[in-house]
């Protein structure tokens, strides 16, 4: 599983918020190991794993240094095979060289010089392609397969690392012939040229629209004067700050369905065309290496191990969804009638945000503009780091100011760097940075990179973990503070979680470290966390009036509680498109699929909208590069994220030992046990969907 967890809500995804799902660095997954620069450490005798400038020349030295590394593996003769000479060496092969590229590749994503950018996806794309052709190594598979007939007494990491190791040769190509092979080894390098070339396409779209003061009526003054202005026109983006409450505060219908419009075109019909060829690949791999489908090749090494699972999984919550949908839309439709004075009025899809964020302020007597000013970004921040330490009993420390004496690269005016360490030992678990505010060619979601993971090479250097928080939330000026909407402060714990699944890690090899879990587990413990900021209890510590001090009202809070479940069948429904969409991408057996009617006919299928002519969202879904036939994880994730949850509702959000023991159970172990093993170590009893239903608001509606 990616190191790299990011996440898109759940429950509110028509804007494809909180990142796309693992989207960064993904290059795609290989010998088990994401090729993506997200894994360990400097040694001594190569380049530091942050270097402030990547170039060519480290990249490739670090490929050189790895095909030595490789060499001197498969040159062990076989009765002198050890653990730790084939298996955990190809453990600290894999780790060095993800360390020595990750800021490289990271690069791509943040950083403000566009001659980095293009580095960084070369080397993106050398390190993928080094790993496609060091996965399709027979002397390699050799090694491991002699090692492996000493019939080894191993137990814990070191037994699952020989059979995982074992499992992904077969899902490399290592039983087929050597033509095969070969021809594998051709897909899957361009399946990566493409999928970067369809990242680029997304992160490189600079839409943007012009609207008169008229056209943008409802929108706050503090809004409009921070847009820049062409001949008294206001320029707006696609951006989270600018997007997003356009969709939510504009009074002009005909401005939210041309922002919305233009939003599902992100990408361009150009990045359609990548897609397509993209699936095609998939499926000629899937059926290479023996399934019907690129869904059931992806889902084999998942929770759901089958796409039918999947369905049997959506057969099951769909009608529970619809059932909750309609009523969502028949209240939300009535609204816009009201409101227009017009009884025939449909409800469209642009009207969603701004019809709820109506609903909340008229039936919840909560106003979003309002909220936002209990939670600005320097107290959040402080909110988070508190309830962090204390109910995970961990210290963080700004060591902004010794980054370059740690030789680490602060690539922004904007970066923060911060250590962690356990309260109860002392000792140091590692470092992360923050990245908060949007720029240009910077990643426009919210996504978490897992740059460095925790583990003991074979010689006993303990690496460290080191992770990377990258947001686009509302930049402060010289006249007015960062002010979070809830739903941002949300998204941020969303994230943070990812982090702490990555700083925590006890995992002794890189393979199974931080959030190197089942793709369709990683974001429970992240969900889970998002629950803290819908609890009195824990928002009392830092929402807060940023002019006077003064704590949220208990009345406004009440009404977000009691709104938590405001259109949650719809919210619902919008994740199955999501869902859908991305399974049947990826059913076709020879990957033929015309992605904008089949994307218009789910969307009928699935929501209360009629699918919306000339639009293509799934060029600028990321998730179809990385969560490839794992979007449905999301909601998957949330069962086991509702149902661990269950304990923290019943001990107390901010119980250091209920927090202790849920970071010794399940966030320290990574991938060393089977996420449904960790759940039910952390519950004491096997997980159910109730808690699920009732997150969702579904329960009432069966």
Not at 287 to 314: P, Q
Not at 601 to 628: D, I, R
Request: one cysteine or more; charged letters at 25%; a negative charge.
């Amino acid at each position: 599983m990616p190191v790299v967890a990011t996440r898109v809500n759940l429950l509110r995804d028509d804007r494809e918020r909180r990142s796309t799902m693992m989207k960064a660095l993904r290059v795609l997954v290989l010998f088990g190991l994401v090729a993506m620069p997200v894994r360990a450490l400097a040694v001594d005798d190569a380049p530091p794993a942050d270097s402030a400038k990547a170039s060519a020349s480290p990249v490739a030295a670090a490929l050189t240094r790895a095909d030595a590394a490789a060499a001197a593996i498969v040159a062990i003769p076989n009765e002198k095979r050890t653990f730790e000479n084939t298996l955990g060496a190809i453990d600290d092969l894999l780790s060095r060289l993800n360390g020595e590229t990750s800021m490289a590749q990271f690069m791509a994503y943040v950083s403000t010089d566009a001659t980095e950018r293009e580095m960084g996806e070369k080397a993106a794309e050398d390190v993928a392609n080094w790993l496609i052709t060091f996965s399709k190594r027979k002397d390699m598979f050799n090694a491991v397969k002699a090692y492996a007939d000493t019939n080894p007494t191993l137990s814990g990491e070191r037994a699952r690392l020989l059979q995982f190791v074992l499992r992904d040769f077969k899902r490399d190509g290592m039983m087929l012939s050597d033509a095969d092979r070969a021809r594998l080894t051709d897909v899957q390098k361009e399946i990566t040229r493409l999928g970067i070339e369809f990242e680029r396409n997304i992160r490189e779209d600079a839409t943007t629209l012009f609207f008169s003061a008229r056209e943008l009526s409802g929108m706050p003054e503090e809004f409009l004067k921070n847009l820049p202005q062409a001949r008294g026109m206001y320029e707006v983006n696609m951006s989270y700050p600018q997007y997003i409450p356009v969709q939510e505060m504009c009074e002009v219908e005909a401005t939210r369905q041309k922002m919305w419009i233009a939003y599902k075109r992100r990408g361009g019909e150009k990045n359609v065309g990548v897609l397509e060829q993209i699936l095609k690949l998939r499926a000629e791999q899937a059926r290479l290496l023996g399934f019907a489908n690129a869904a059931d090749f992806e889902t084999e090494v998942l929770m759901s191990k089958t796409s039918s699972n999947v369905a049997s999984f959506y057969a099951q919550l769909t009608p529970l969804v619809r059932k909750k949908a309609e009523i969502d839309f028949e209240e939300m439709q009535n609204l816009k009638r009201t409101h227009i004075a017009s009884a025939d009025a449909v409800l469209e899809p642009w009207d969603y945000s701004f019809y709820k964020t109506r609903l909340l302020k008229e039936k919840y007597s909560v106003d979003p503009e309002v909220v936002r000013q209990y939670f600005p970004m320097q107290s959040v921040v402080e909110g988070l780091f508190e309830v962090t330490q204390r109910i995970y009993g961990l210290t963080y420390r700004d060591v902004t100011a010794e980054a370059s004496q740690r030789g680490r690269h602060l690539w922004h005016e904007d970066v923060k760097l911060y250590e962690v360490s356990d309260n109860a030992s002392g000792k140091v678990l590692g470092e992360f940075y923050l990245d908060l505010y949007p720029r240009p060619n910077k990643y426009n979601h919210a996504a978490q990179w897992g740059l460095l993971e925790h583990k003991f090479f074979m010689d006993g250097t303990e690496q460290k973990p080191l992770a990377a928080l990258v947001c686009n939330f509302t930049k402060p000026t010289a006249d007015a503070p960062s002010l979070m909407t809830h739903d941002e402060v949300e998204t941020f714990f969303h994230e943070f979680g990812h982090c702490l699944h990555t700083i925590v890690s006890e995992a002794s090899l890189g393979r199974f470290s931080g959030t190197s879990v089942e793709r369709d587990f990683v974001e429970a413990p992240s969900q889970m966390f998002e629950n803290w900021v819908w609890n009195a209890d824990v928002l009392n510590l830092f929402a807060k009036h940023y002019k006077t001090g003064e704590p949220l009202p208990k009345a406004t809070l009440d009404g977000m509680i009691a709104a938590q479940k405001l259109a949650s069948g719809m919210d619902a429904q919008n994740q199955v498109f999501y869902g859908l969409t991305d399974q049947r991408y990826h059913s076709a057996p020879d990957g033929v699929v015309d992605t904008i009617a089949v994307q218009a006919t789910t969307f009928e299928e699935t929501t209360m909208f009629k699918p919306v002519p000339e639009t293509f969202f799934q060029a600028s879904f990321g998730h179809l590069v990385g969560y490839q036939a794992g979007y449905y994880g999301y909601m998957w994730s949330l069962v086991y994220a509702s149902d661990m949850f269950t304990r923290f509702k019943k001990e107390g959000l901010l119980n250091p030992e209920v927090g202790l023991d849920y970071r010794r159970k399940v966030i320290s172990q990574g991938g060393t046990k089977d996420g449904l093993d960790l759940v039910r170590d952390f519950l004491g009893r096997e997980p159910d969907m109730r808690a699920f239903l009732e997150h969702l608001g579904l329960s009432e509606a069966k």
